[in-house]
């Protein structure tokens, strides 16, 4: 064997032997997850059209659709923070700023969770996705569907409506400011061929049409589920057994990591009330954690399990960074951070938010 044969064969084997290595605690990991689908299922009253997503866009950035036309829905779930806001809890009607940087004092009672990927909510394991309705939604999954979620926001005097209109004056407000809008008469023309008027109940089809186009897969957990054994790491392979082992995968799995179930509060927040699991998804981009935002951290996330008596392990150090390293994996780089150049109310694009 002359010596470059031999460089080659020694290269083949450290190459393998350290893929091998980060790959022996590689398991079967179908009967807990499943990738992502590419593109989200539209309900069949509310089938996907290009000109109502991009109607349904224009109506999340305007704030034409809060009480003083100062808050947007955007204002609450932005690209920056990961489509959520970045805050504890979010700050709504009289705001100015956008994240962390926000203040006011019309403050949620409950962390604004992230809207991406939220079409796929509900997602069990290999679901047929034709069959597949999304949902519910809220932490407390009081809103069966995006088109009822939107609703509860613009008639939500804290969120969107503030406190100088009604509850019974918002949404006709809103529909007659919009067909002052020959812009938006026009969109809502494209995007709704059937129909004559702008009413509510369209503005809430657009917006759930729009969001239901705010989904990103391929994280390299994705890739690494879907046969892919070197797209993740040892450690992360490692954190990701941990997961498992823990107990962790009970309510964090199948596709979204999240049963979209309630549980009881986490030992620390006891005496709140129980929530929906959340999905774990882009988590690294959502911070901070909890339906009370009070982990600033997703290591401070993670550290709220220790000890705890229905998990099967206390973790040490090394389990935790193991952890934590298999949650980032779950990042997707491709999550959408399109802002649109304009509203058509002419209004701040995403509201009072600079
Ligand atoms: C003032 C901040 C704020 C604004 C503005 C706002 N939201 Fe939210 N959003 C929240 C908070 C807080 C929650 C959690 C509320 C709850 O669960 O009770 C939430 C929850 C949601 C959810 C549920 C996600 C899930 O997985 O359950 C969706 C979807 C959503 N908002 C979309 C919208 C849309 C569409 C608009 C505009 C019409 C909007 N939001 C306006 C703060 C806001
Ligand atoms: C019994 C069900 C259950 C188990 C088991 C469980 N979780 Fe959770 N997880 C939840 C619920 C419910 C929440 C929301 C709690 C809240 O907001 O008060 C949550 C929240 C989280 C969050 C914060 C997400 C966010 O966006 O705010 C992280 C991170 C997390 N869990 C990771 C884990 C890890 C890691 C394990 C295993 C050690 C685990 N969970 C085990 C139900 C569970």
């Known amino acids: 064997m002359n010596k470059f044969a031999a460089l080659a064969l020694l290269c083949g084997c450290l190459l393998g032997c350290q893929e091998n290595e980060g790959n022996t605690n590689v398991r079967d990991y179908s009967e807990h997850f499943s990738v992502l689908p590419e593109v989200a299922s539209f309900p069949k009253d509310n089938p996907y059209s290009i000109e109502k997503a991009k109607l349904g866009e224009f109506l999340f950035w305007d704030p034409i659709l809060s009480g003083a036309e100062n808050v947007a829905c955007a204002s609450c779930h932005h690209p920056d923070f990961g489509w959520a806001d970045g805050r504890a809890f979010s700050i709504g009607a009289d705001g100015v700023g956008l994240g962390p940087e926000r203040f006011g004092f019309a403050i949620t009672p409950i962390h604004s969770p992230t809207v991406a990927n939220t079409a796929f909510n509900g997602l069990e394991n290999n679901t047929d996705l034709d069959a597949f309705v999304a949902g519910p939604y809220f932490w407390d999954l009081r809103a069966a569907s995006l088109e009822a979620q939107s609703l509860g926001p613009i008639a939500n005097e804290i969120e969107m409506r503030g406190k100088h209109i009604s509850q019974e004056d918002i949404f006709p407000l809103i529909e007659s400011r919009l067909t002052n809008i020959q812009a938006y008469q026009a969109l809502f023309k494209d995007a709704f061929p059937e129909h004559t008027e702008i009413t509510i109940d369209l503005v809430a089809k657009a917006l759930a049409t729009y969001q239901r186009t705010l989904t990103a897969?391929?994280?390299?957990?994705?890739?690494?589920?879907?046969?892919?054994?070197?797209?993740?790491?040892?450690?992360?392979?490692?954190?990701?057994?941990?997961?498992?082992?823990?107990?962790?995968?009970?309510?964090?799995?199948?596709?979204?990591?999240?049963?979209?179930?309630?549980?009881?509060?986490?030992?620390?927040?006891?005496?709140?009330?129980?929530?929906?699991?959340?999905?774990?998804?882009?988590?690294?981009?959502?911070?901070?954690?909890?339906?009370?935002?009070?982990?600033?951290?997703?290591?401070?996330?993670?550290?709220?399990?220790?000890?705890?008596?229905?998990?099967?392990?206390?973790?040490?150090?090394?389990?935790?960074?193991?952890?934590e390293a298999f949650l980032r994996t779950l990042d997707t780089p491709e999550l959408s951070k399109t802002i649109p150049d304009y509203v058509p109310s002419g209004l701040s694009i995403g509201g009072d938010i600079n």
């Open 217 to 323: 897969n391929n994280s390299r957990f994705d890739q690494f589920i879907a046969g892919d054994t070197t797209a993740l790491t040892s450690e992360e392979v490692a954190g990701l057994n941990t997961f498992i082992d823990a107990g962790c995968v009970r309510c964090h799995g199948g596709p979204m990591l999240s049963d979209n179930l309630i549980h009881e509060s986490q030992p620390v927040l006891q005496g709140l009330p129980a929530v929906r699991t959340p999905s774990l998804r882009n988590v690294s981009a959502t911070a901070p954690y909890m339906h009370t935002g009070e982990r600033d951290t997703l290591r401070s996330a993670i550290d709220i399990y220790e000890g705890r008596d229905d998990l099967e392990v206390s973790f040490g150090d090394d389990q935790i960074s193991n952890l």
